[in-house]
């Protein structure tokens, strides 16, 4: 583990977020066929929380325990998703908006 | 380096925490502060996406959105970030001063958020956009409104940082500054996945 190295990094790292968001606000102008726009949006979100979380956060240089803890609400969301998802299918059934 | 082998004893105490080596139990609270923090805005984002999904026509609400403001706090935001890991960085080569500085520029810079965060409320306001508008504008209130408080949170811990930064007295809380500075990383991580979905997300919109 280098330390010094991704302290280093945070001016790199911060040109990196900085590019990633304006290329994902100009992504939204694009008009992308189908649901493309929208994977490429979550992509280039999701490149962002990557940095942040492995770079700023040092989750890469976390042990065990840390990655253990953050599993836990990762499941109690996968289960949330998955009873919410008949339910809301079904919202304007019931609430008819 | 084994990261699991370098969690000693010894360095289950906060104030001994100088950087993100290890597992020490500042650094562990905060984690666990930042896994429940993710069941909410997880539970909370995971709702807008599947009524988003089931309701495109909320694209419609969705473009009365200031994307400029949103892009301006989204840059805001990530600089006040890149400021905090310096202030961090300074602290832990025990430059106190220089932490203060970059601090003050975090403060300031988080602040501002929260200023165009206002001034987009009131301009939605003067629209006729309240919570109560319809889902997507609950959505929408509830969730910047808790992030914004979230960053207000982080500020005043940032605030009570600098007042023993700037006076050189940062001592035992040396650590707490990387402690701070995680738990507003994690402030940023959240805006990152709140910005595009609010303001960015065109499904439904016309070709």
């Known amino acids: 583990m ?30 992308l066929p189908g649901n493309t726009g929208v994977y490429v949006i979550f992509a280039l979100a999701l490149s962002q929380a990557f940095l942040v979380a492995l770079q700023y956060m040092g989750l890469k240089i976390e042990g065990f325990m ?9 499941i109690l969301f996968a289960i949330f998703v998955f009873l919410c998802i008949p339910d809301i299918a079904h919202y304007p059934l019931h609430l008819n908006i | 380096m084994d990261n699991t082998a370098a969690v000693h004893h010894d360095e289950y105490e906060v104030e001994d925490y100088t950087g993100p080596e290890g597992t020490t139990a500042g650094r562990l609270g905060v984690w666990i502060l930042i896994s429940s923090e993710i069941v909410l805005f997880a539970g909370l984002l995971g709702s807008y996406i599947l009524f988003r999904l089931f309701h495109p026509e909320w694209y419609e609400e969705s473009s009365h959105l200031n994307l400029y403001l949103g ?15 310096k202030a961090t960085t300074a602290v832990e080569k025990d430059d106190q001063k220089l932490s203060a ?22 301009l939605e306001f003067k629209h006729g956009e309240f919570p109560s508008s319809g889902p997507f504008w609950s959505f929408y209130f509830l969730l ?6 979230h960053i207000l949170g982080g500020l005043v811990a940032i605030f009570l940082l600098w007042i023993h930064a700037k006076n050189n007295a940062l001592g035992e809380l040396k650590g707490r500054v990387a402690l701070t500075g995680l738990y507003w990383s994690f402030v940023e991580l959240v805006w990152i996945f709140l910005f595009p979905l609010l303001y960015l997300l065109r499904e439904g919109a016309p070709k």
């Open chain 1, 2 to 31: 280098n330390l010094s190295t991704s302290k280093s990094n945070h001016e790199l790292v911060y040109i990196a977020l900085v590019i990633l968001a304006l290329v994902t606000v100009g992504s939204s102008f694009l008009h």
């Open chain 1, 66 to 74: 840390v990655y253990a803890l953050m599993i836990i609400p990762l």
């Open chain 2, 71 to 85: 892009t301006v706090n989204t840059l805001l935001l990530l600089t006040s970030n890149f400021f905090m890991m």
């Open chain 2, 101 to 122: 500085k970059y601090m003050l520029l975090t403060i300031g810079l988080g602040l501002a958020f929260l200023m165009v965060k206002g001034v987009e409320y009131t």
């Open chain 2, 144 to 149: 910047t409104g808790i992030h914004g408080t």
